[in-house]
């Protein structure tokens, strides 16, 4: 599966951005993860495309929305009310087949990455 990530940018504190994430077919799942500068990899929200089921990391759960669009074969990530601390490279990942043991936070659940987009917060 390939993927494209865009949507990211340079706002200030309070903006929101709608960070999309196209892929080249459907897949089980879609997931977005953030880098920051010396940070690890962290899980930012998932969903089960076919499903539905959505799941986001307590962090961001308030202000981030995830969804998908069926006939773009795309995957969305609604970021409200940024901070500067969410300033990050953003990337989605995918789960191509399905997976009775998927867990969604981890890394090593997606195999297919896309090639991330920046989001800057500044204050």
């Known amino acids: 599966v390939q993927l494209q990530a865009s949507g990211g940018g340079l706002v200030q504190a309070g903006a929101s951005l709608r960070l999309s994430c196209a892929a080249s077919r459907r897949t089980y799942a879609v997931g977005w993860f953030r880098q920051a500068p010396g940070k690890e990899r962290e899980f930012v929200a998932s969903?089960?495309?076919?499903?539905?089921?959505?799941y986001s990391a307590d962090s961001v759960k308030d202000r981030f929305l995830i969804s998908r669009d069926d006939a773009k074969n795309t995957v969305y990530l609604q970021v409200n009310s940024l901070k500067p601390e969410d300033t990050a490279v953003y990337y989605c990942?995918?789960?191509?087949?399905?997976?009775?043991?998927?867990?969604?936070?981890?890394?090593?659940?997606?195999?297919?990455w896309g090639q991330g987009t920046q989001v800057t917060v500044s204050s």
């Open positions: 969903i089960r495309w076919t499903a539905g089921i959505a």
């Open positions: 990942a995918a789960k191509g087949a399905f997976s009775d043991s998927f867990y969604p936070t981890r890394l090593s659940a997606y195999d297919s």
